[in-house]
T-cell receptor, first 112, second 113 residues
Framework: QQQVKQSPQSLIVQKGGISIINCAYE??????FPWYQQFPGKGPALLIA?????SEKKEGRFTISFNKSAKQFSLHIMDSQPGDSATYFC???????????FGPGTRLSVLP | NAGVTQTPKFQVLKTGQSMTLQCAQD?????MYWYRQDPGMGLRLIYY???????DKGEVPNGYNVSRLNKREFSLRLESAAPSQTSVYFC????????????FGPGTRLTVT
């Protein structure tokens, strides 16, 4: 039961480059799309989130792009830094916490 | 504020043994969650508690039981551990009206041999 698909599985980017992670969902009832960042040995932490009535949201170097008709959304990390090296999870939420689904994750490595 | 705390950090069990994973939060959140994280699978919801006294099954509840002891504490019990339950377990909490904004504990790495 994977309601949120995520790609790529792993990503290597040079310092200063742009990292792009893509996700696709199936259930049109989802009403919130967050991204979580997880460092090794730590729990995930909310990075940025978007509602489906907005096409783009930017916070610092992190931008979510949302395409409601295609049921896709993506995370762009501009000017990627070695400190951004982590696993990133997209997720989708509908109503209460029982309907909260994570993608399988993307392991990002930013080379110095 | 400690946020979300989990004990123990590591545990090794033999098949058939039982144990309880403890979780507590000090952010006055209503909702609490238990997830398991396996390679390539992301995080999968085991059980969810919207408020004190209520619990609901998530995607992978088989082999687990939970107790919402009070608003702060939510425990996960494995009655008869199996090797398939080898995983990293995370507890999380949130306000009930913002389930997308969950705060996670540091995790418990469980190995069942």
């Amino acid at each position: 039961q994977q309601q949120v698909k995520q790609s790529p599985q792993s990503l290597i980017v040079q310092k200063g480059g742009i990292s792009i992670i893509n996700c696709a969902y199936e259930n049109t009832a989802f009403d919130y799309f967050p991204w979580y960042q997880q460092f090794p040995g730590k729990g995930p932490a909310l990075l940025i989130a978007i509602r489906p009535d907005v096409s783009e949201k930017k916070e610092g170097r992190f931008t979510i792009s949302f395409n409601k008709s295609a049921k896709q959304f993506s995370l762009h990390i501009m000017d990627s830094q070695p400190g951004d090296s982590a696993t990133y999870f997209c997720a989708a939420s509908k109503g209460d916490g029982q309907n909260f689904v994570f993608g399988p994750g993307t392991r990002l490595s930013v080379l110095p | 504020n400690a946020g979300v705390t989990q004990t123990p950090k590591f545990q090794v069990l033999k098949t058939g043994q039982s144990m309880t994973l403890q979780c507590a939060q000090d952010m006055n959140h209503n909702s609490m969650y238990w997830y398991r994280q396996d390679p390539g699978m992301g995080l999968r919801l085991i059980y969810y508690s919207a408020s004190e006294g209520t619990t609901d099954k998530g995607e992978v509840p088989n082999g687990y039981n939970v107790s919402r002891l009070n608003k702060r504490e939510f425990s996960l019990r494995l009655e008869s551990a199996a090797p398939s339950q080898t995983s990293v377990y995370f507890c999380a909490s949130s306000f009930v009206d913002s389930p997308y904004e969950q705060y996670f504990g540091p995790g418990t790495r469980l190995t069942v041999t």
